[in-house]
Nanobody, 119 residues
Framework: QVQLVESGGGLVQPGGTLRLSCTASRMITSEFSTYDVSWYRQAPEKQRELVAR???????TYADSVQGRFTISRDYSKKRLSLQMTSLKPEDTAVYYC??????????WGQGTQVTVSS
């Protein structure tokens, strides 16, 4: 069973920067490139939403709300995906989840990491 371990959340002031990371284990390195990798977030009393994605074809997409401020990346040799978040706003406060998916049967989630943007 693939496991995803997230790190990097925390408390930051508005306008600040955070970097989230998510590392996959129990996965052959060559398999990592066959997955779409994504970051989602869920704020209190709101539905989980897609923040950013890199597909297995290396196509990158972002939610309109984070375009130009967040950057998603993946390191194939380390089986890691990252999310660089800049110019953070209070409305970015949420639990952030990483996701690897290549089918309904191969769909894995991280444990979630809290990001709080507040002065």
């Amino acid at each position: 069973q693939v496991q995803l371990v997230e790190s990097g959340g925390g408390l930051v002031q508005p306008g600040g920067t955070l970097r989230l990371s998510c590392t996959a284990s129990r996965m052959i390195t060559s398999e990592f490139s066959t997955y779409d990798v994504s970051w989602y977030r869920q704020a209190p009393e709101k539905q989980r939403e897609l923040v950013a994605r890199i597909t297995s074809q290396r196509i990158t997409t972002y939610a309109d709300s984070v375009q130009g401020r967040f950057t998603i990346s993946r390191d194939y040799s380390k089986k890691r995906l990252s999310l660089q978040m800049t110019s953070l706003k209070p409305e970015d406060t949420a639990v952030y989840y990483c996701n690897l998916r290549r089918s309904a049967a191969d769909d894995y989630w991280g444990q979630g990491t809290q990001v709080t943007v507040s002065s």
